[in-house]
C-alpha cells in the first residue's frame, strides 16, 4: 500500500514536471480511490512536480513557457483532487500573500509566475489580478491580515503607483503588519530601496525564497 | 573627416563606413522619447497625438529639437500592429503610453486575421506613414526611424499573453502559423512606412527574450521570425535595428545570426564583450532608463562618456524610458555623445 502511494506520489511529481495534464489528472483519480489524503496528494505529489520545475525554471533548463504548462498539469490534478479536501481536523493556517499587478498595467504573466510558485512553496495567495489601485492592495491585506504584499509591474510609467503602496500602510499605521515586496521588468534592488519597500526580486523563483525570508521560513 | 548629418552617419554606421562621431538616437516605439515635459513645452501630448498625423509629426519633430536624439521615431507606442489586426487598445494618458486592453483571440488556433491591405487601409498604421512622410519632408537631414512591435510580441498582443506562451508549447503548429501572418503583415506594415519615406526600420519585441523563451523557442520562434520581418525589409534596401530586451546570456549564441543591422540591448549586457565576441555586429545601446529617470545630469554625462568610449557602434537607451524622464538629464545624455 505505502509503496502504491509512492508510485502515484511520484507519478504525480513527475507529470508536472512533464507538463502531462491528461496523467495528472488520471493519477489524481487513482489517488481519490486509493484514498490517500487529498492535500496530501496536492502538497507531496502536484506541488512537489511545481517546485521541481520552479527548480528547473532557476537552473535555466525550464523558461516560463515551460513553468506555465507545468502548472496547467498541476492544475489538471487540483481540479480531481479539490472536492476530496477534507476540511475538518484544523489544517495549519498558511501565510498570506495579496498579489497584483499595480494600477495602469495590464501585463500579468510575471505575476501570475509568482503566483505559481509561491503557491507551491505552500503560501495562500490573494490575487487581485491586473490593473489594481494602491488602495485596494492595502485595503485587502488588512481585512485578510496578509502578511505580505507583492506589486508588480512592467511599465516604467506605473512603477510610481508602487510607492503609493507604501505611503497608504503608513498612513493608516500598519506599516509594520504587511512586508511589501516588488518585481518586474523596469524596476530593481536601489528601486526597492528607494520607495521603502521590504524587498526586491528579479524573478519568481527569488520571489519565493524572498517571501520565505521575509516571513522567518527560510 | 567633415561633419556629417545625422542621417549619414547613422546609415554610415549600419554600413560599417566611417563617421566622425558616434550616433545617439532613439528609435521610438518601445523606445519612446516623447517624455511628458517635451509634451508640455510644445503643447502637443498623449494620448491625441498616437491618432492624429498632425500633432504626432509636431510632437516627434519637437522630441527632435528638445532631446537631441538624432533622428525621428515613431510611433510612440506598441500598440499600432494589434489593433490594425483586431485588438482592442487603451490609450493611456498624457504620461502613460497605450497598452492592449483585449487581445482579440483566446487562442492561438483561433486565430483568422484579417486581410493584410485592408488592415492597413483603414487603422492607424496609415497615420503613422502620414507622420513618417511629413516628417521625412519637414527634416530631409534626420533619419526618420519606423518602430514595429516585433512578430512574437504582435502575436503576443493578438492572443491572450499567457495561452499564446502556452501554446508555443502546447500547440506549436498553430503558434507557427498565427506568427507567420503576423509576420507577413508586419512586412507589408514596414513597406507602408519605407513608401512614406522611413529610412530605418527599427524591430522591438519585448516578449521575444532569451530569459522568458529560453534558447530553443528563441531560436525557434524568435530568431526565425524576426529575420524573415528583417529579410522582407532588407529586399526594400532598408537597414533594420533589432532590439532584445533583458539579459542576452542564455541566448548570446543567436544573437549573431540576427539579420539585423544594429542589435539594441539592455542595460545589463556588456556590449564592449559582446561586440569583443562578435566584431562583426553592429552594437546599439545601452544607456540605463533607471539613471534616465532618478540619476541626476552629472550622473548621466558620466555614464554616457563611458558608452562613448567603449566600442559600442551607436548610443541609445537601454530600453523603454519613463515618460516621467527629465529632459535635463535626457539634455546630458545626447549632448555628452555629441560633444
Redesign the interface.
Given at each position: 500500500m505505502s509503496s502504491e502511494r509512492e508510485r502515484i506520489l511520484r507519478g504525480l511529481s513527475d507529470s508536472v514536471v512533464d507538463m502531462d495534464e491528461d496523467t495528472a489528472a488520471e493519477l489524481s483519480n487513482e489517488a481519490v480511490a486509493q484514498g490517500i489524503d487529498a492535500l496530501e496528494v496536492i502538497d507531496e505529489g502536484l506541488a512537489d512536480g511545481m517546485r521541481r520545475a520552479g527548480d528547473l525554471f532557476e537552473s535555466e533548463e525550464y523558461f516560463i513557457p515551460e513553468l506555465l504548462v507545468c502548472s496547467d498539469a498541476l492544475n489538471a490534478g487540483v481540479e480531481v483532487l479539490k472536492p476530496h479536501i477534507k476540511v475538518e481536523g484544523g489544517a495549519e493556517k498558511k501565510t498570506k500573500v495579496v498579489i497584483g499587478v499595480i494600477e495602469g498595467d495590464t501585463h500579468d504573466i510575471g505575476k501570475n509566475l509568482v503566483k505559481i510558485l509561491v503557491e507551491a512553496g505552500g503560501f495562500e495567495i490573494i490575487d487581485l489580478g491586473r490593473d489594481v489601485p494602491a488602495e485596494k492592495f492595502v485595503d485587502t491585506a488588512i481585512a485578510e491580515q496578509a502578511d505580505v504584499i507583492a506589486l508588480s509591474t512592467l511599465m516604467t510609467t506605473t512603477m510610481l503607483g508602487m510607492p503609493k503602496v507604501v505611503e497608504l500602510l503608513k498612513e493608516k499605521g500598519v506599516r509594520e503588519k504587511h512586508k511589501v515586496i516588488v518585481g518586474g521588468g523596469p524596476l530593481s534592488q536601489a528601486f526597492s530601496d528607494k520607495i521603502g519597500a521590504d524587498g526586491y526580486s528579479k524573478n519568481a523563483s527569488e520571489a519565493l525564497k524572498l517571501v520565505k525570508t521575509l516571513v522567518g521560513r527560510a | 573627416m567633415s561633419s556629417l548629418s545625422p542621417k549619414e552617419r547613422l546609415l554610415n554606421t549600419f554600413a560599417r563606413k566611417a563617421v566622425d562621431r558616434k550616433p545617439v538616437i532613439c528609435p521610438g516605439g518601445m523606445m519612446n522619447a516623447a517624455i511628458v515635459e517635451v509634451m508640455d513645452n510644445s503643447g502637443k501630448a498623449f494620448p491625441e497625438a498616437h491618432s492624429d498625423a498632425g500633432l504626432m509629426t509636431e510632437l516627434a519633430l519637437a522630441v527632435n529639437i528638445q532631446t537631441g536624439f538624432e533622428n525621428i521615431g515613431i510611433p510612440f507606442c506598441m500598440t499600432v500592429e494589434a489593433e490594425a489586426l483586431g485588438s482592442a487598445v487603451?490609450f493611456?494618458t498624457r504620461?502613460?503610453?497605450p497598452?492592449?486592453?483585449v487581445e482579440r483571440y483566446a487562442a492561438a488556433a483561433e486565430a483568422v486575421l484579417p486581410d493584410t491591405k485592408s488592415a492597413l487601409e483603414s487603422s492607424r498604421s496609415s497615420v503613422i506613414a502620414t507622420t513618417v512622410e511629413a516628417a521625412s519632408r519637414q527634416l530631409t537631414d534626420v533619419p526618420v526611424i519606423g518602430s514595429l512591435t516585433g512578430p512574437i510580441s504582435t502575436a503576443g498582443s493578438l492572443v491572450d499573453?499567457?495561452r499564446f506562451?502556452?501554446d508555443?508549447?502546447?500547440d506549436a503548429a498553430a503558434s507557427h502559423a498565427l506568427i507567420d501572418k503576423v509576420a507577413d503583415f508586419l512586412i507589408e506594415y514596414a513597406y507602408q512606412l519605407i513608401e512614406a519615406g522611413a529610412d530605418v526600420i527599427s524591430i522591438a519585441d519585448?516578449t521575444a527574450t532569451g530569459?522568458?523563451?529560453?534558447p530553443k523557442?528563441f531560436e525557434d520562434f524568435a530568431v526565425r521570425y524576426i529575420n524573415r520581418v528583417a529579410d522582407g525589409i532588407h529586399r526594400a534596401n532598408i537597414p533594420v535595428i533589432v532590439h532584445i530586451?533583458?539579459d542576452l546570456k542564455?541566448v548570446k549564441s543567436h544573437i549573431a545570426h540576427l539579420h539585423a543591422d544594429a542589435v539594441s540591448a539592455d542595460a545589463m549586457v556588456d556590449l564592449v564583450a559582446l561586440k569583443a565576441e562578435f566584431p562583426e555586429l553592429v552594437t546599439m545601446g545601452n544607456l540605463s532608463?533607471?539613471l534616465l529617470?532618478?540619476g541626476t545630469p552629472e550622473k548621466v554625462a558620466a555614464a554616457a562618456e563611458i558608452l562613448k568610449r567603449g566600442s559600442i557602434d551607436i548610443i541609445a537607451p537601454a530600453?523603454?524610458?519613463?515618460?516621467?524622464s527629465p529632459l535635463a538629464n535626457i539634455k546630458a545624455f545626447t549632448d555628452a555623445i555629441r560633444a
Open positions: - | 487603451d493611456g504620461a502613460c503610453e497598452k492592449i486592453a499573453p499567457m506562451l502556452k508555443l508549447r502546447k519585448p530569459e522568458i523563451l529560453g523557442m530586451c533583458g542564455p532608463t533607471y529617470e532618478f530600453c523603454g524610458l519613463s515618460t516621467s
